[in-house]
């Protein structure tokens, strides 16, 4: 498949069936699955703007909605399904078994990119599919509510935060001394919870960018 260009795609899991769109540069070299964070959904202006730079160094990206329509439209009264970590981790491996089993995407190694609450559903995911995860990057994100499974992350993990972020800085640390795996902290200078300030999306991006392409896809290479 050559993909250059968003491309929607439909996952269908055994209890629901979720919206996504799915892009595969010509000979990727691994695959990032984006976990939104809180509210947002798969047409986030920030994840959006990562999975371009992504494509651009060799990846294929999938940005998909956690939640269907119906349940968006609950969580936005209630605000409760968004922080169901547990809910948003089950949703992202059975999305991480659709993309083994699709045959587009079956040979690429896997990477999570996770924003806000979405990085701790990334790093339960990690953690329950180690022996297909390659990498995870997270992005102004709540880390440390995934303090049950951290232990058990095998994959490189880079944390990056605001250096404006104070509240989000403290959890990080906490979440990177409990980490076992290979891991670092980012921080980008001026940048504040939602990286609004010039330049500072585009360095979180540089560095997820460094970070993947360093860890995926080294098999195939080396062949």
């Known amino acids: 498949m050559n993909q250059t260009e968003e ?32 509210g947002s959904s798969r047409f986030s202006p920030r994840n959006r703007f990562v999975a371009d730079y992504l494509q651009k160094q060799g990846l ?7 939640l269907t329509r119906e349940e968006d439209e609950i969580d ?10 547990e809910l948003l981790a089950e949703r992202l491996v059975a999305v991480t078994d659709w993309i083994s089993m699709n045959p587009d995407t079956s ?3 896997i990477g999570y990119f996770g924003a806000s609450t979405g990085a701790a559903a990334a790093l ?29 992350v095998k994959a490189p ?28 902290m980012k921080l980008v200078s001026g940048a504040t919870h939602l990286f609004e300030e010039p330049g500072t999306l585009e360095e979180a991006a540089r560095l997820a960018g460094e970070w993947f392409v360093k860890y995926m896809g080294r098999n195939k290479l080396e062949k």
């Open 107 to 109: 040979e690429l190694d």
């Open 60 to 66: 294929a990206t999938l940005l998909f909605d956690l």
């Open 7 to 38: 491309n929607h795609v439909t996952i269908n899991l055994e209890k629901v069936t979720l919206e996504g769109n799915l892009d595969i540069p010509d000979s990727a070299k691994g695959i990032v699955i984006f976990a939104h964070g809180s």
């Open 76 to 85: 936005r009264l209630t605000a409760h399904l968004r922080f169901n970590i």
């Open 157 to 184: 993990t880079l944390l990056i935060v605001g250096s404006m972020d104070s509240a989000v800085i403290d959890m990080n640390k906490w979440a990177l001394e409990r980490l076992n795996s290979e891991k670092e």
């Open 124 to 152: 339960y995911a990690a953690s329950e599919r180690a022996e297909r995860t390659k990498a995870v990057v997270s992005r102004g994100g709540r880390p440390d509510l995934a303090d049950r499974v951290l232990g058990d």
